[in-house]
């Protein structure tokens, strides 16, 4: 068993920062492939970023790409997603997502087995 707790989330205004962190705890050897998805309410839940935690590969959202950062740790059980120049159209809840086989498309919430509660970020204009 997984479990995913972010943290991190807040209010902010338009063009500031927020960093989110998912902490992963239990049988977290094998989670090959973590990331970041958001959803907004009457929205599918879209990746945002996700890392290859063993080679590093990242994946990221063209809407995100130069603003968004994902990191892990050295010891690879916690994750963060490091927001700058924030926009009000990323207000939406963020989720931490977890996979032990590579998905066929990173960015599609079905590949990923393993969930975080969420943490809400609002950016206001």
């Known amino acids: 068993q997984v479990q995913l707790v972010e943290s991190g989330g807040g209010s902010v205004q338009a063009g500031g920062s927020l960093r989110l962190s998912c902490a992963a705890s239990?049988?977290?050897?094998?989670?090959?492939?973590m990331g970041w998805f958001r959803q907004t309410p009457g929205k599918e839940r879209e990746g945002v970023a996700v890392i290859y935690t063993r080679g590093g590969r990242i994946y990221y959202a063209d809407s995100v790409k130069g603003r968004f950062t994902i990191s892990q740790d050295n010891h690879k059980i916690t994750l963060y997603l490091q927001m700058s120049s924030l926009k009000p159209e990323d207000t939406a809840m963020y989720y931490c997502?977890?996979?032990?086989?590579?998905?066929?498309?990173?960015?599609?919430?079905?590949?990923?087995?393993?969930w975080g509660q969420g943490t809400q970020v609002t950016v206001s204009s």
């Open positions: 997502a977890a996979a032990r086989v590579r998905p066929p498309n990173w960015a599609v919430r079905k590949w990923y087995e393993y």
């Open positions: 239990g049988y977290t050897y094998g989670l090959n492939y």
